[in-house]
């Protein structure tokens, strides 16, 4: 078959691998952190979206025309 590889090739490789899955995993970790974090903000933006947008269809139906408004002079004068 195909040449033998030694035994301590094969061990400075298997350390390297444990090492790069250790990095893989701390990197995993952070991005889920950072994930957690991301949809957190979205979440207040979107009730944000939805009062501001509560907000503006109430001052549509309200709103007031030019004829709506007194042709007075304020209070204070």
């Given at each position: 078959?195909?040449?033998?590889?030694?035994?301590?090739?094969?061990?400075?490789?298997?350390?390297?691998?444990?090492?790069?899955?250790?990095?893989?995993?701390?990197?995993?970790q952070?991005?889920?952190?950072?994930?957690?974090?991301?949809?957190?903000?979205?979440?207040?933006?979107?009730?944000?979206?939805?009062?501001?947008?509560?907000?503006?269809k109430?001052?549509?139906?309200?709103?007031?025309?030019?004829?709506?408004?007194?042709?007075?002079?304020?209070?204070?004068?």
């Amino acid at each position: 078959m195909g040449e033998e590889i030694p035994r301590a090739d094969l061990e400075k490789r298997v350390i390297q691998l444990e090492e790069l899955y250790s990095h893989q995993q701390h990197l995993v970790q952070q991005l889920d952190e950072e994930l957690v974090k991301l949809r957190s903000v979205i979440e207040k933006l979107e009730y944000r979206h939805v009062v501001q947008e509560d907000r503006l269809k109430w001052l549509i139906d309200n709103r007031l025309t030019l004829d709506d408004i007194p042709n007075e002079k304020p209070p204070h004068y």
